[in-house]
């Protein structure tokens, strides 16, 4: 435990678990890329999948609050407008299938 608080540079069990959940995030919102990515190139051309949206969500929710644990404003910011432009798009789609599905 103490190699691990002291390679990620963890004061305390708090902090370090504080890490670990910054670090869950960022590998959630990294996720959305990868599966954007392989979506492209299975369609052989751009697509954003519906999963991108809720890696999306799903990182900027972890990520924000890690940045307000981090009491980082410019960090939060950035992740309250991603949070809603991501939830917006999901709506969005959301609406469409629904309107698709009207006879």
Do not use: C
């Not at 599966?35 to 999963?51: D, F, G, L, M, T």
């Amino acid at each position: 435990m103490q190699i691990l608080m002291s390679a990620l540079g963890a004061q305390t069990r708090a902090e370090l678990i504080w890490i670990l959940v910054g670090l869950g995030g960022q590998a959630l919102f990294m996720m959305r890329f990868l599966i954007q990515w392989i979506a492209s190139e299975k369609a052989r051309r751009s697509v954003v999948p519906v999963a991108f949206w809720w890696f999306s969500i799903g990182g900027a929710a972890i990520l924000l609050a890690y940045a307000i644990y981090r009491a980082d404003p410019v960090f939060i910011l950035g992740q309250s407008l991603g949070f809603f432009i991501y939830t917006r798009n999901l709506w969005l789609i959301h609406a469409e299938r629904r309107r698709d599905r009207l006879p």
